[in-house]
C-alpha cells in the first residue's frame, strides 16, 4: 500500500513538473534563451581574444545580464499567458492554487536558469580564466532570485507582462543609477563581489558581500509572500 503510494505521488509529480515546463518553455521564453546564449556567446569571444581575460568582475557582469535574461520572460508573462490561454480559471479551482502551481513554477524557472548558468560558467572556466564555477553561478544567482521574484510579484499586481517589463526596466535602470553611489554598500542590488574597492581590505568587503547577499534572500522571499498573497485575491484575475 505504501509503495502504491508512493509511486502515485511520484507520478503525480512528474506529470506536474512535465506540464509547467511545458508551459515555461512556450510561447517567448525561447527567444530570451536564444538571447541569453547569444550574449553569453558574443562577450566570451570578446573576452577570449582580450588581452586582460583575468577581471572576474567583468565575466560576473556578463553571467548577470545573461541569467536575468533567462528569468526575464517566465517571471513578468506568466500571469498573462495564464489569462491568455483561459487556464488561470482552471487553476484557481485547485486547492491550494497557490502553492501547488506557481510556487512550483517560479521553483522550476529558476533551477533552470541555475543549471543553464552552471553550463555558462563551467565554458568560461575552461575557456577564458580559472575559477571556481559553482562559487561564481551561486553568487550570480542572488541577484537574478531578487530580480526576477520581484518581477513576478509586480506582475501579480498589473497582471500585465508589458507593462511589467516597463515597470522592471525602469526600477533597473533606478538600481543601476545606484550601483555606483552604492558600490560599497550592502544596499546595492548589483553588488559585484569580485569587484574589491581600492580602499578596502578583502575582510571588510567579504562582510559587506555577506549583508548584501541576505538583504537580497530576504528581499525574494518578501516579495514571493506578497505575490502569493497576491494571486489569492481571485476576483482580480477572474
Avoid: H
Wanted: charged share 15%; proline share 2%; glycine share 4%.
Amino acid at each position: 500500500m505504501k509503495t502504491n503510494n508512493f509511486l502515485n505521488i511520484s507520478t503525480l509529480i512528474y506529470k506536474m513538473i512535465v506540464y509547467n515546463l511545458r508551459i515555461i518553455f512556450a510561447n517567448k521564453f525561447i527567444w530570451f534563451l536564444a538571447g541569453s546564449v547569444l550574449f553569453y556567446i558574443g562577450l566570451s569571444v570578446i573576452y577570449v581574444f582580450s588581452n586582460d581575460v583575468s577581471r572576474m568582475e567583468e565575466l560576473y557582469g556578463m553571467f548577470l545580464f545573461s541569467g536575468l535574461l533567462l528569468v526575464f520572460y517566465p517571471s513578468a508573462f506568466g500571469i498573462q499567458n495564464d489569462q491568455d490561454a483561459r487556464t488561470i480559471e482552471i487553476l484557481f479551482g485547485i486547492p491550494n492554487y497557490r502553492y501547488k502551481v506557481w510556487l512550483v513554477r517560479i521553483v522550476l524557472i529558476f533551477i533552470i536558469a541555475f543549471l543553464i548558468m552552471l553550463v555558462f560558467t563551467f565554458l568560461s572556466s575552461v575557456l577564458i580564466v580559472k575559477f571556481r564555477v559553482v562559487n561564481m553561478t551561486a553568487q550570480v544567482m542572488f541577484p537574478v532570485l531578487f530580480l526576477g521574484i520581484m518581477a513576478f510579484m509586480l506582475s501579480t499586481v498589473i497582471r500585465n507582462g508589458n507593462g511589467t517589463a516597463v515597470l522592471m526596466i525602469i526600477f533597473g535602470l533606478f538600481f543601476m543609477i545606484l550601483s555606483d553611489n552604492l558600490r560599497k554598500s550592502q544596499w546595492n542590488v548589483f553588488l559585484n563581489p569580485y569587484d574589491v574597492p581600492n580602499d578596502l581590505n578583502e575582510t571588510t568587503w567579504a562582510i559587506i558581500t555577506l549583508k548584501n547577499r541576505i538583504f537580497l534572500i530576504t528581499g525574494s522571499i518578501i516579495f514571493m509572500l506578497a505575490a502569493l498573497f497576491n494571486l489569492q485575491k481571485r476576483e482580480k484575475f477572474m
